[in-house]
């Protein structure tokens, strides 16, 4: 399916030299090897971090963007073609949080799209909620599609599986990875009955409340990082 949003989520947490850096964006995944080395170069030149940060922001984006061509012509069966999403997240000074039903057999269905009208109709100011959002769109289907890749092959190993394995090659039930995520068009859909129960909220958070929640996560991370240190040690 010839498409221009062909995009796959992608997330860096790397901590080094005394240095975090963490982020989520979309990446196309048929565009050239060269670009991930550059775009490291100018990330790490643009936010003045060490040289060390170079080379690991290019594995990371390497490793994930060979796990999605990993799943390239394969198929996988997915018993309902709507699907529940949920959108909790934090962007900057916004929360945001919603929940939707999404056609995932409608292949111009356009997560980017759909983010940048739902901040519209919210009246959401900060231009970093949209991509966010996407991204967290984006996450949740491309879990649906690997789970489901992951149930075909079964299917295919065991004998109970079998009736699973053949719906899953028939007709417009049988979908290729590779090519479901550069979708484009409206696929979401929002029950009448759900629009007061399940509606978009908006929270904008003051800075002293942004401080701390960032303290209460700084703690979290730290104690894992103790845990974890204990039991290496151990």
């Keep these: 399916m010839p498409t221009k949003e062909s995009l796959i989520p992608i997330h860096l947490d790397l901590d080094l030299d005394g240095h975090r850096y963490k982020d989520a964006f979309t990446w196309n995944p048929h565009d050239p090897d060269s670009q991930v080395l550059s775009f490291a170069k100018r990330t790490v030149k643009d936010l003045k971090l060490p040289p060390t940060f170079v080379t690991q922001i290019s594995q990371s984006i390497q490793h994930q963007l060979a796990e999605f061509r990993s799943f390239g012509g394969q198929d996988m069966f997915i018993q309902e073609k709507i699907v529940p999403l ?47 959002i996407a991204v967290a769109i984006r996450e949740q289907l491309y879990e649906i599609a690997t789970q489901s890749v992951s149930a075909v092959k079964e299917a295919k190993l ?61 703690r979290f991370r730290r104690k894992l990082d103790e845990k974890e240190d204990s039991f290496q040690q151990g």
Excluded: Q
């Design 86 to 132: 949920k959108l909790d997240l934090r962007v900057n000074n916004t929360v945001v949080r919603d929940t939707f039903l999404w056609d995932i057999s409608n292949f111009e269905s356009d997560p980017e799209g759909f983010a940048v009208t739902l901040c519209n109709d919210l009246d959401v100011a900060d231009p970093e909620v949209a991509p966010a």
């Design 158 to 218: 065991g004998k109970k599986g079998r009736r699973g394995y053949e719906l899953s090659k028939g007709g417009n039930n049988a979908l290729d990875v590779s090519r479901y995520f550069g979708s484009k068009g409206s696929g979401v859909i929002r029950k009448r009955k759900d629009w007061y129960m399940n509606g978009p909220t908006v929270d904008v958070l003051t800075n002293e409340e942004v401080g701390t929640l960032e303290e209460l996560n700084s």
